[in-house]
């Protein structure tokens, strides 16, 4: 079994940074596509950002030169390192990860519980 712990949301301010992050534990053979989503207030999830397992990366448009996806492959974390945030940036993030728990597993999309940000003045 493998379990998602996100952390690093909070309450900040229009201009301001956050890191989040999302640590993967139990059994990982291989680690594919991090990932991180969002879903604000009467609104559908919606994808942030991908790094995938070969080094490319991905972002929504409404997010590019403000977010990064960094990814520590030992550590089995992907983080989201947010800048310049916007009070339409407010929702609860969520991290998937693509995990093959053992060698003759197929790959296996997992989630985090999930962290709220919120940006306001």
């Known amino acids: 079994q493998v379990q998602l712990v996100e952390s690093g949301g909070g309450f900040v301010q229009p201009g301001g940074s956050l890191r989040l992050s999302c640590a993967g534990s139990g059994s990982i053979f291989s680690l594919g596509t991090m990932a991180w989503y969002r879903q604000a207030p009467g609104k559908q999830r919606e994808f942030v950002a991908d790094?995938?397992?070969?080094?490319?990366?991905n972002y929504a448009d409404s997010v590019k030169g403000r977010f990064t996806i960094p990814r520590d492959n030992a550590k089995a974390t992907v983080y989201l390192q947010m800048n310049s945030l916007k009070p339409e940036d407010t929702a609860v993030y969520y991290c998937?990860?693509?995990?093959?728990?053992?060698?003759?597993?197929?790959?296996?999309?997992?989630w985090g519980q999930g962290t709220q940000v919120t940006v306001s003045s």
């Open positions: 998937n990860i693509l995990v093959r728990p053992h060698s003759s597993d197929p790959w296996i999309s997992y």
């Open positions: 790094a995938t397992s070969g080094g490319s990366t």
